[in-house]
């Protein structure tokens, strides 16, 4: 049991001011007269009924005896101490809820820098930009060399092309944090040709080979046989590989015949 002192604590800390007991408590202090004064008027009459039969018993009791127990039939509100246990457990297991139910941000994939060597060469008033399939540059006895020696005796063009600069090699480091994916190379490449292009204008690009068609000219094998425009190098022709035309000779009878509509670009302005 409670003595008085330990009681009005406990009271004192639930934030309770004024009580009256239920039931008769030990070592408990007189009551005090305020607590006895006429309650306020509430709307239910019934309550009120039995309010004032609380009252009126507890005022016939001796000032020196305990106050005997009074009936209620209305129950008196709970008052919950607030801990602050209570309330970071569910903060916590809410903030951890949150972080499940964000959605992942989504990596974007690491897409590998191509690799490619290419050879740019100029014969008469073309430039060609040839895929180098072996990455070394040409030797006057390669097969893919001389192939290309004969192709442009059959269009008309010069067969020892002046070679201009070294390879272009993709690429360009083997370590570092310097992007080299596709967008970066076909920028290098752009790039690498406008700068010839400017020293000295050309009236059609050879692009031999898929890598030169793809990064010169942003195009893919569909093109190949084709002349299209390039933004900043004018028009150029897309052709197989070197390396492709010698593995599938079939594809040159492809070749010669769109070259024989493009001849009149350039053998107009050699003569």
């Given at each position: 049991?409670?003595?008085?002192?330990?009681?009005?604590?406990?009271?004192?800390?639930?934030?309770?001011?004024?009580?009256?007991?239920?039931?008769?408590?030990?070592?408990?202090?007189?009551?005090?007269?305020?607590?006895?004064?006429?309650?306020?008027?509430?709307?239910?009459?019934?309550?009120?009924?039995?309010?004032?039969?609380?009252?009126?018993?507890?005022?016939?009791?001796?000032?020196?005896?305990?106050?005997?127990?009074?009936?209620?039939?209305?129950?008196?509100?709970?008052?919950?101490?607030?801990?602050?246990?209570?309330?970071?457990?569910?903060?916590?297991?809410?903030?951890?809820?949150?972080?499940?139910?964000?959605?992942?941000?989504?990596?974007a994939?690491?897409?590998?820098?191509?690799?490619?060597?290419?050879?740019?060469?100029?014969?008469?008033?073309?430039?060609?930009?040839?895929?180098?399939?072996?990455?070394e540059?040409?030797?006057?006895?390669?097969?893919?060399?001389?192939?290309?020696?004969?192709?442009?005796?059959?269009?008309?063009?010069?067969d020892?092309?002046?070679?201009?600069g070294?390879?272009?090699?993709?690429p360009?480091?083997?370590?570092?944090?310097?992007?080299?994916?596709?967008?970066?190379?076909?920028?290098?490449?752009?790039?690498?040709?406008?700068?010839?292009?400017?020293?000295?204008?050309?009236?059609?690009?050879?692009?031999?080979?898929?890598?030169?068609?793809?990064?010169?000219?942003?195009?893919?094998?569909?093109?190949?046989?084709?002349?299209?425009?390039?933004?900043?190098?004018?028009?150029?022709?897309?052709?197989?590989?070197?390396?492709?035309?010698?593995?599938?000779?079939?594809?040159k009878?492809?070749?010669?015949?769109?070259?024989?509509?493009?001849?009149?670009?350039?053998?107009?302005?050699n003569?």
């Amino acid at each position: 049991m409670l003595n008085e002192p330990r009681r009005r604590a406990y009271l004192t800390a639930m934030q309770v001011v004024s009580w009256l007991p239920r039931t008769e408590l030990p070592f408990a202090a007189p009551s005090r007269p305020e607590l006895l004064a006429p309650l306020p008027v509430f709307e239910d009459a019934a309550v009120e009924e039995v309010r004032s039969a609380g009252v009126s018993q507890v005022s016939q009791t001796p000032a020196a005896s305990s106050p005997a127990p009074v009936a209620r039939t209305v129950e008196r509100p709970k008052i919950e101490i607030p801990r602050p246990s209570a309330t970071v457990k569910p903060t916590v297991a809410k903030a951890d809820k949150d972080e499940d139910a964000a959605p992942a941000v989504a990596k974007a994939p690491v897409v590998p820098p191509p690799r490619f060597a290419l050879q740019l060469l100029r014969a008469g008033k073309c430039l060609l930009l040839v895929e180098l399939a072996t990455g070394e540059p040409f030797q006057s006895r390669d097969p893919s060399y001389l192939l290309l020696k004969d192709m442009l005796r059959a269009a008309g063009l010069p067969d020892s092309p002046q070679i201009i600069g070294e390879p272009v090699r993709w690429p360009l480091l083997v370590r570092g944090q310097m992007n080299q994916g596709p967008e970066a190379a076909r920028d290098f490449v752009q790039g690498f040709l406008y700068a010839r292009t400017e020293e000295e204008p050309c009236t059609c690009l050879w692009l031999i080979g898929l890598p030169a068609v793809r990064f010169a000219g942003e195009a893919d094998a569909e093109s190949y046989n084709l002349e299209f425009q390039v933004e900043g190098l004018g028009s150029a022709w897309a052709l197989p590989g070197l390396e492709l035309l010698m593995d599938e000779p079939q594809r040159k009878a492809d070749v010669w015949r769109a070259m024989r509509k493009l001849m009149g670009r350039w053998k107009s302005v050699n003569e």
